[in-house]
């Protein structure tokens, strides 16, 4: 017994360690995925981050804090900019988001942000949300380093990243094919316009020097126009983009002095950079703007009206065919990026799935058997009858510990809130803890029946490691739709409620919010501690 006292000990820490391993967040991972989210939703959003994973309990707070930031710019902004930067120093973690988008007065309020702050609080940590008179909006949040010798190397160089480039790695994957296919049409298409334009543009009349200037411009306008049909320009500040297009206007109307009216068709090309870079209602009125300047020239030039109308329309659709097949080699890369961003939200549900399953079913179990070997431990050799059937009960619990085991790996388990209610009864009274069971309900569907058997375990569990309960009451009752379950125990004492950042209560309330219920957890009058969860019955 003594054996497998110390084996259900140890399995227990491994359990809750597993499933602390499993709940952990990279904060890296987190700006990668808010960088494309946010960019994929508009904003020009950079990121500086320490180059390497962060130690201990930060990386995953930090993590949480980061995702709730994005998801306040994407639903509480207008934000055109954010940044977000995180810097150790001094045995610390400062991360701070700032966007440009505050919408109304209180930006700081809310109860995610409350939840925000007790989770770094109960770290040790800090945060803080603030709004200036310019729009822009504050949170920052910093963490303690789980100790001194976690801290990064000092060697080590922040890492910034913007636009959707994703954070450094030690070796890059192959370019996926649809993106790179994306490019090669781009390039290709772009190239077939501008030698057809070119040959149509000098085919009569120039040579020598106009020639040669000609070719200039046109290599100009090549290069500019495939670097403003590229990933690479979204990453350009504004006056750099502003610097580009004037470029590429001055390359496209100077021809036109020597090379002729021909030399028209190439503004197409501007034509298509404008619709892609200036922002706003603008773009539109320069785009007419090119086609009119061709056409007025054309018409300098004592073409017939045919002709005139001909260089307008031929400088807008060219436009828009530029504008066309940038927009859609940059739809495939943002594709491509919500893929990996959902394939990555996969993986963080599928992990938090099997945390909670870890924790809410196996935690209790082991929790159950530890306590029930303990006390058969202590009742041998004085007491063999009692210690005999305490120890067909652990039997029993390891062998429904078995069979949760593996559907917690399939995702697929069906409990009974009968059958833990009688469970959750013998080991509150083999804790000698006075216990009772009122449960007054009908048949229920399996889903509400295993979420609040789930429930019940770890209400359970809790007033078995968090309290110094002396009575314990499990009641259940059915009415109007809704089933309600009430476990309350009179074990409260300072201290010993249980952490704003702890794995039980949170998982409890994702699973009853999960079937359109609500969970409650406080103290009650008088030392006791209550958990409700109503759930609708037919859910």
Known sequence: ????????????????????????????????????????AGIDTRAVLPDGPLPGEADTVLAIVLREAATNVLRHSDARSCRIEARAADGSVLLSVVNDGVRGAAAGSGTALESLRLRVEAVGGTLSAVHDADGRFLLTARVPLASADAAPPSGQTPVEISGTAPPRRPAAPPTPWAPRTAVVMTVVVLAAYAGVTMLFSVSEGLGGAG????????AVISALQLAHSSDLARRWPPR???????????????????????????????????????????????????????????????LAPVSIVYAAVFTLLTGLVVYGITSLQALVFEIHAARGSLARMAVVRERLRVARDLHDLLGYNLSAI?????????????????????????????????????GAASGSHAMSLAAEGESSLSTLTSADIEATLDLACGPLPPYVETVLGIVLREATTNVL????????????????????????????????????GGTGLPNLRTRVEGLGGSLTAGPGEEGWFVVVAEVPGGA
Not at 250 to 271: I, K
Not at 371 to 382: A, D, N, V
Not at 400 to 406: K, M, R
Not at 470 to 495: D, F, Y
Request: glycine share 8%; net charge positive; with cysteine.
């Open 465 to 500: 490691r968090h309290s110094k309960a002396t009575r314990c009451v499990i009641e259940a009752a059915e009415g109007e739709g809704v089933v309600r379950l009430r476990v309350a125990n009179n074990g409260v004492e300072p201290g010993t409620l249980p952490r704003p």
């Open 211 to 218: 020639l040669a200037a000609a070719a200039i411009c046109f």
């Open 370 to 406: 530890t306590l029930k070997t303990e006390l058969t431990y202590r009742l041998l050799p004085g007491s063999p009858g009692r210690a005999r059937a305490e120890a067909e009960e652990s039997l029993d619990i390891a062998r429904q510990a078995l069979i949760d085991v593996g």
């Open 240 to 302: 750099v983009r502003a610097l580009t297009l004037s470029v590429q206007a001055a390359a496209t109307y100077l021809p036109l002095l020597w090379a002729g009216q021909r030399w028209g068709a190439m503004a197409g090309f501007l034509a298509g950079s404008i619709l892609l870079w200036v922002p706003g209602p603008l773009r539109w009125a320069l785009y007419a703007a090119v086609a009119a300047s061709i056409a007025a020239a054309t018409a300098a030039a004592g």
């Open 1 to 40: 017994m003594g054996e497998a006292l110390q084996t259900a000990r140890q399995a227990l820490a491994d359990v809750r360690a597993a499933a602390w391993g499993y709940r952990r967040m990279s904060l890296a991972a987190e700006a990668e995925t808010a960088l494309s989210t946010l960019v994929s």
